[in-house]
């Protein structure tokens, strides 16, 4: 069970555009271990967001397929997307994208709420997560209550509430200050650590890329690199 | 339920707008109360008074013929009938009224007063003198108040009357009446004995007024009478057919006025619900992503606009409600003829007109709020997210 990969993605090609074609990725093959803790780098415009949402099943391929524990994703009605989403995915933006008129504590219960959790017994949950990213004394604030690292901290739980096996950031710190996002990045990998969940960043910082245990880097929506513990995973 | 959750907050969180959006939404179902509650109240006068002071049925002679011959008969057979409460044969005809210098041309009316006073309450309408004085077949006439007046004449005086080809008879004036309505010019009535007399036309009338016991159903009654006599039975619905068809007409471009104010309310909340959806645009994304189904979308945005909606229909119900009870009180010194003798605006409040005006703004409230619903269901969630 556990040697299979939790993510197996053969020559994924995403073309956007119906004047001028965009191939944002182009014959990607990737397989991606339970609980790996990995990161996707590469220049601006590479597609590294693009693989990303085609990993959280936001978006569709042009060809390719895209297996998630075993099942084709690419294949699933929009219903069976929705709640791949709700119960395998978590996800943490560069902007947190925290409801405005919800609490910290409110906000990380709605992807139990939209998955059918009774309103007390998400409750239980959340605050149990919140504590987990360390604002256990802050549930009560609104986003705009809050600093960026600390909606960013709200994010990560909301991210993780619904117990995902697979949990994609996109520039989760992109955001945020070097302490803000060192101590992100701290969280991230504990959080990993302790719920062997499998992590996917994609960040423009090398240094933090470099703390990863895999380091994909794409260039014009190729994987150029592949780099386990610095050595290099597979032929390119 | 999540959604009514998101719902409320969003709209919580834009308290002036929600407020004018709901303001806007209950002025338009106020004025449309308003509106229902006076038109009720126009209308229920109009019937109310037709009723009153007219026959329900009236039977005329048949073709070709000038009068009812044997009506005593007639008579009969439509007092057998079921629902007819009076009935009141009456010979009516046209003659010249002379007092001293002053003559006018009237409409005599001879009836037997008790008969007519069950048919129509003529005692109600008079000024002076009582309407039974012409029970028994003397020259004794009573008269319009306008009439009487054009004539120069009062209680007590003889005035003549003419006709061609009979000796001019003479009556004293026992009564006048005023009904507030054109006939109180041209009106007089009589003794019916007396009347067929005066015009040597033997025992026959030229009509008979019939009541019911429902008016409203006046016209089936008219038509059973015409068919099973042969006689010329007309309703008071058919009489004033020309009068009711008008309101209805009029009833439907009221309508018309009702679609465009609410119309207008309605793209109040279309406005405020397309600004929401424009600033949660990343908001609708994320809960996309999070596994939120586009229903629940589009399910948030509706109960939006129908939350909207409600709080609007109901202040708007309670400052209709309250406007027509003002509206209602106030008295207005009005020319009697003009409204039927009354002193304030007619005004029905009638709970019909408070769910029509309520169902009719929420249909259109959630019509309203189902251009942005659908857009926000209908977003990319990829585009959604990134677009900030
Ligand atoms: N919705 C879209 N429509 C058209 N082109 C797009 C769209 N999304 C991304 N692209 C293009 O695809 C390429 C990869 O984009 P992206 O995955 O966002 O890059 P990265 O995240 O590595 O900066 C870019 O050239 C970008 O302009
Ligand atoms: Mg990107």
Known sequence: ??????????????????????????????????????????????????????????????????????VDVTKMSDKERSRTRNKELGFIFQYHHLLPDFDALENVMI??????????????????VLDEVGLGDRMKHRPNQLSGGQNQRVAIARALVNKPSIVIGDEPTGNLDSKSSDSIYELLRKLNREHEQTFILVTHDEQMAAKTDRVIRLVDGKVVEDLRDGASVREI | MFELD???????????????????VALAVGIIIVFMSMMSGYMSILIDSTI????????????????????????????????????????????????????????????????????????????????????????????????????????????????????????????????????????????????????????????MGIRVSDAYAADTMANKIDRETGYDAVSWIEQNAEILNLLETSEGMVYFFYIIIFSISGFGIANILIMIVMEKVGEIGMLMAMGMSRRSIMLIFLLEAGILGMAGVIVGCVLGYGASLAIASITIPVPPEMYFGMDHLPVEIELKNFISASIFAMVINILAGVFPARRASKMDPVEAIYSV
């Open chain 1, 1 to 70: 069970m556990s040697d299979i990969p939790i993510i197996q993605i053969k020559n994924l090609t995403k073309i956007f555009g119906d004047g001028v074609e965009i191939k944002a990725l182009d014959g990607v093959d990737l397989y991606i271990k339970r609980g790996e803790f990995m990161s996707i780098i590469g220049p601006s415009g590479s597609g590294k967001s693009t693989l990303l949402n085609q990993i959280g099943i936001l978006d569709t391929p042009t060809s390719g397929t895209i297996l998630l524990n075993g």
């Open chain 2, 52 to 207: 009153e002071n007219q026959a329900h049925i009236t039977v005329m002679p048949k073709e070709d013929e000038d009068y009812i011959h044997l009506y005593h008969g007639l008579e009969k057979h439509i007092y057998g009938q079921e629902g007819v409460e009076a009935l009141s044969s009456y010979f009516l005809g046209e003659a010249a009224l002379q007092h001293e210098h002053d003559a006018e041309g009237v409409l005599l009316y001879g009836i037997n007063p008790n008969d007519e006073n069950r048919v129509v309450n003529r005692e109600k309408d008079m000024l002076t003198g009582e309407f039974t004085s012409l029970e028994n077949p003397g020259s004794r006439i009573i008269l319009g108040y306008t009439l009487a007046k054009n004539l120069d004449v009062e209680m007590g005086d003889t005035v003549t009357a003419q006709i061609p080809g009979a000796e001019p008879a003479d009556f004293t004036i026992t009564g006048i009446f005023q009904t507030g309505t054109p006939v109180d010019g041209t009106l007089g009535f009589t003794n019916l004995e007396r009347l067929q007399d005066f015009y040597g036309a033997g025992d026959v009338v030229t009509g």
């Open chain 2, 6 to 24: 998101v719902a409320t907050r969003h709209i919580r969180s834009r308290r002036r707008q929600t407020l004018f959006s709901i303001i806007a």
């Open chain 1, 111 to 128: 992807p139990l709420l939209i998955s059918g959790v009774k309103s007390s017994q998400a409750r239980k949950v959340a605050r149990k």
